[in-house]
């Protein structure tokens, strides 16, 4: 299985489906089954965002109340990677506000559309950067 590895808060916000898409500088030809990785660090200015309206109210509605409880260096989630789609005025325009808030809607970058998002309890395992082969995580989601 493929897996992307994803900055906290980031990582959980789509585990626990609060943003549909992931964007990227980069697009991938890649379609199907993907796990979503958060990664090992944690910075300061990644942790201010978890006090960030929407942020933090998505998380509080999840029982999650402080930086602290996000995993880290693990696998979340795993979903279907659908379609990559360029970033422009128009398809911004078709983004709610909370969507467009939670990620890099620059024109130009990309949207990773992931569907069928799946939490699972976390996986710890080394990330990488760019798309990677991620080790045989399936018992713990079937």
Request: with cysteine; proline share 5%; aromatic share 14%.
């Amino acid at each position: 299985m493929k897996a992307l590895t994803i900055w906290q808060p980031w990582a959980s916000l789509l585990a626990l489906q609060m943003k549909r898409y992931e964007t990227r500088s980069w697009s991938t030809d890649y379609r199907g089954q993907l796990a979503i990785h958060a990664a090992k660090g944690f910075q300061k200015s990644q942790r201010a965002m978890f006090e960030c309206w929407p942020v933090y109210d998505y998380f509080k509605q999840n029982g999650i109340e402080y930086p602290g409880q996000l995993p880290l260096g693990a696998v979340i989630a795993v979903c279907d990677l659908v379609e990559c789609i360029r970033i422009t005025h128009a398809f911004v325009a078709t983004q709610p506000k909370a969507e467009r808030q939670l990620g890099d809607f620059t024109l130009g970058r990309y949207a990773w559309r992931l569907t069928n998002v799946t939490r699972i309890e976390p996986v710890y395992v080394r990330g990488q950067q760019g798309l990677w082969n991620c080790p045989d995580i399936s018992r713990y989601f079937v």
